[in-house]
Nanobody
Framework: QVQLVESGGGLVQAGGSLRLSCAAS????????MGWYRQAPGKQRELAAS???????NYVDSVKGRFTISRDNAKNTVYLQMDGLKPEDTGVYYC??????????????WGPGTQVTVSS
């Protein structure tokens, strides 16, 4: 079993910043792509940002220039630095990690979600 522990969500005013963290533990051979999905009120879940094992990043257009995703491979942890937050960033953020349980077998794991609320 693999567990994902998320932290860093909260309530901030527009223009403020938050830093989300997600640490993976358990039966892990290696950690591949790591990312953050989010679900805003009234909308479907979307990929906000992801980062590959090689450090290649991907962002949804609406957060480009404001969010930065990074990872610490020694700690099996992914971070999402969110600056210049807007009310439309409000939602539940879910950590997603693709983990190799062996040299061949891969699985995706999800965190429980952490609430981010941006007030105006």
């Amino acid at each position: 079993q693999v567990q994902l522990v998320e932290s860093g969500g909260g309530l901030v005013q527009a223009g403020g910043s938050l830093r989300l963290s997600c640490a993976a533990s358990g039966r892990i051979f290696s950690v591949n792509t790591m990312g953050w999905y989010r679900q805003a009120p009234g909308k479907q879940r979307e990929l906000a940002a992801s980062i590959s094992s090689g450090g290649s990043t991907n962002y949804v257009d609406s957060v480009k220039g404001r969010f930065t995703i990074s990872r610490d491979n020694a700690k099996n942890t992914v971070y999402l630095q969110m600056d210049g937050l807007k009310p439309e960033d409000t939602g539940v953020y879910y950590c997603n990690v693709r983990i190799s349980a062996s040299p061949v077998l891969e699985y995706d794991y999800w965190g429980p979600g952490t609430q981010v609320t941006v007030s105006s």
